[in-house]
C-alpha cells in the first residue's frame, strides 16, 4: 500500500511538474491545484486511500464539470440555456474553490499538522477572545458539522467587516463568500471519510484537527 501510494504520488508529481504548485487555473481552465504531501502523509487520520479517490476523482469531477459548463455557457447566446447552466458552473465551481482551499488547510503531522499557534498569534488572540480557547472552537464546529443534513462544510471564516471570527455552514458545494474570509474548511460529504470511519462520522470530525494546518489558517486571517 505504501509503495503504491509512493509510486502513485511520483507519477502525479512528474505529471505537473511543468505547473505552479499555487496554480488552480490555467489558459482560463480549472486545473487540479498540486499538493503539498503525499496522498499518505495524514495517515492514520485520514486514509492514503481516501486521499487519493478524494483527490483524483471527486475534485477533478469538479473541475471537469466547471470546465464543460462554462465552455458551454461561452458557446451559446441563448439565456433560458445560460440561466440553466449556471447551478452547474455554481456547484461545480464551488467543489472546486472548496477543495483547493481544503487542501491548503491540511497538513502532515511532521509538517506541522494539528499545531496550535504560540499565546501571541494573531489568530490564537482571535479564537480565545471568541471561544475561549482553541478546543471550545473545535468543539463548537464539531457539532456543527453533526447537525449537517446530508452534504456540506462547516467553516471558521472571518468578517472581513468587523474582523470579528464566525462559525458558518455551507450547504453541498456553496462557496464561502463576501464579506466572509475562510479560515480552515471541514469537509462533511460522506466522500471525505466514509471508506474509513463508515457511519460514524464524529470520530472524522475528532481526527481532522490532528491535520489542520493553523498557520495557513493564520495566514489567510492576516491577509
Do not use: C
Request: a neutral charge; glycine letters at 8%; zero cysteines.
Amino acid at each position: 500500500m505504501a509503495m503504491s501510494l509512493l509510486r502513485t504520488s511520483a507519477a502525479r508529481r512528474a505529471m505537473m511538474s511543468t505547473r505552479s504548485s499555487s496554480a488552480v487555473y490555467a489558459r482560463g481552465k480549472a486545473t487540479l491545484p498540486d499538493l503539498d504531501y503525499d496522498f499518505g502523509a495524514l495517515e492514520p487520520y485520514i486514509s492514503g486511500q481516501i486521499m487519493e479517490l478524494h483527490y483524483t476523482k471527486h475534485h477533478q469531477t469538479y473541475v471537469n464539470g466547471y470546465n464543460t459548463a462554462i465552455e458551454k455557457f461561452d458557446s451559446t447566446s441563448d439565456i433560458k440555456s445560460q440561466i440553466e447552466l449556471q447551478s452547474l458552473i455554481n456547484f461545480h465551481g464551488g467543489g472546486h474553490i472548496n477543495h483547493s482551499l481544503f487542501w491548503k488547510n491540511l497538513a502532515p503531522k511532521s509538517a506541522g499538522g494539528g499545531e496550535l499557534l504560540g499565546p501571541k498569534s494573531p489568530l490564537s488572540k482571535a479564537i480565545e477572545g471568541k471561544y475561549g480557547s482553541y478546543d471550545k472552537l473545535m468543539g463548537t464546529v464539531n457539532a456543527q458539522l453533526a447537525a449537517i443534513q446530508g452534504s456540506g462544510w462547516t467553516w471558521i471564516v472571518k468578517d472581513s467587516t468587523s474582523g470579528d471570527l464566525e462559525i458558518i455552514n455551507k450547504a453541498n458545494q456553496d462557496p464561502v463568500t463576501a464579506p466572509y474570509i475562510p479560515l480552515v474548511g471541514i469537509d462533511a460529504w460522506e466522500h471525505a471519510y466514509y471508506l474509513q470511519y463508515k457511519n460514524v462520522k464524529v470520530d472524522y470530525f475528532k481526527a481532522i484537527w490532528n491535520v489542520v494546518n493553523w498557520k495557513e489558517a493564520e495566514k489567510r486571517f492576516l491577509a
